[in-house]
Nanobody, 116 residues
Framework: QVQLVESGGGLVQTGGSLRLSCTDSRNIFSIKTMGWYRQAPGKQRELVAVINTGNYANYADSVKGRFTISIDTLKNMVALQMNSLKPEDTAVYYC??????????WGQGTQVTVSS
């Protein structure tokens, strides 16, 4: 089974930066896309950013210009550099991997808290 291991969450002040990383440690299925979603308390999970192996990325409007997603296909890793963080970015962030016909997989989630 695919196992996505996330790291890099934490507590930061408004305007600060964090970098999230996610690795598919078992690399059983090829990458179609990898990405990040987030879920704040009382809200639905939403897309933050997604990237394919051709480095084409798509971002939520709320994070454009502040967040940058990157992928390393040799390491089966996706990273999310988050700058100029705002309190409204506070959420649990989930790594996501979509494959070619073998399903969609999720990490366990990592908490990001931005204090005002």
């Amino acid at each position: 089974q695919v196992q996505l291991v996330e790291s890099g969450g934490g507590l930061v002040q408004t305007g600060g930066s964090l970098r999230l990383s996610c690795t598919d440690s078992r690399n059983i299925f090829s990458i179609k896309t990898m990405g990040w979603y987030r879920q704040a308390p009382g809200k639905q999970r939403e897309l933050v950013a997604v990237i394919n192996t051709g480095n084409y990325a798509n971002y939520a409007d709320s994070v454009k210009g502040r967040f940058t997603i990157s992928i390393d296909t040799l390491k089966n890793m996706v990273a999310l550099q988050m700058n100029s963080l705002k309190p409204e970015d506070t959420a649990v962030y989930y790594c996501n991997k979509d494959t070619y016909g073998h399903g969609i997989y999720w990490g366990q989630g990592t908490q990001v808290t931005v204090s005002s």
